[in-house]
Antibody, heavy 120, light 109 residues
Framework: QVQLQESGPGLVKPSQTLSLTCTVS??????????WSWIRQPPGKGLEWIGY???????YYNPSLKSRVTISVDTSKNQFSLKLSSVTAADTAVYYCARGVVVPAAMSPWGQGTLVTVSS | DIQLTQSPSFLSASVGDRVTITCRAS??????LAWYQQKPGKAPKLLIY???TLQSGVPSRFSGSGSGTEFTLTISSLQPEDFATYYCQQLNSYPPEWTFGQGTKVEIK
């Protein structure tokens, strides 16, 4: 079955760029009508959708983060990536990647999540 | 933008209780509403999609219903492993944004 795994630095300095990669195994990132998504969860808080990328490269971002977010895909490595620029302490969160399906508008599976702390 | 509001935000219940969580949309949405369960330190897990369809492997004590602006998740007989936080989620048709409810934490009474 399809599995997702996040990877990247666990500590990022303020004003720098957070970079994470999600590796998809058990299936091709290019197959199917899927929206490869990033979601985050600040400590003790709820879930916030960051954005998604379609295998063709089309992207859509949460308007509240749009100016700082870039999501890209590398089909040759079966990976998609997140870059969030100009980070502050408010960007400290567990970051998840997930596979989204437009119909019936659900996300499954999810990666296990990775904690990114923004601190000097 | 469509907002999802869950109620209650916190729920204290006993093993065996019937539990209902409500998710209200700020405007009418399709039936493409999903429910997730999240346990501490774990990723959310899809329970129900399309408002009432149980994801494979999810126990039948979980059920979902609703349409339009009001949706419910029901646990018919709460089990110890069901103590968790539950989120509803929907996808706007346009703009194509995913939205989550704020979550409902179910704790042991």
């Amino acid at each position: 079955q399809v599995q997702l795994q996040e990877s990247g630095p666990g500590l990022v300095k303020p004003s720098q760029t957070l970079s994470l990669t999600c590796t998809v195994s058990g299936g091709s990132i290019s197959s199917g009508d899927y929206y490869w998504s990033w979601i985050r969860q600040p400590p003790g808080k709820g879930l916030e959708w960051i954005g998604y990328i379609y295998y063709s490269g089309s992207t859509y971002y949460n308007p509240s983060l749009k100016s700082r977010v870039t999501i890209s895909v590398d089909t040759s490595k079966n990976q998609f990536s997140l870059k969030l620029s100009s980070v502050t302490a408010a960007d400290t969160a567990v970051y998840y990647c997930a596979r989204g399906v437009v119909v019936p508008a659900a996300m499954s599976p999810w990666g296990q999540g990775t904690l990114v702390t923004v601190s000097s | 933008d469509i907002q999802l509001t869950q109620s209650p935000s916190f729920l204290s219940a006993s093993v065996g209780d019937r539990v209902t969580i409500t998710c209200r949309a700020s405007q009418g949405i399709s039936s493409y509403l999903a429910w997730y369960q999240q346990k501490p330190g774990k990723a959310p897990k899809l329970l129900i999609y399309a408002a009432s369809t149980l994801q494979s492997g999810v126990p039948s004590r979980f059920s979902g219903s609703g349409s339009g602006t009001e949706f419910t998740l029901t646990i018919s007989s709460l089990q110890p492993e069901d103590f968790a936080t539950y989120y509803c989620q929907q996808l706007n048709s346009y703009p194509p944004e995913w939205t989550f409810g704020q979550g409902t934490k179910v704790e042991i009474k």
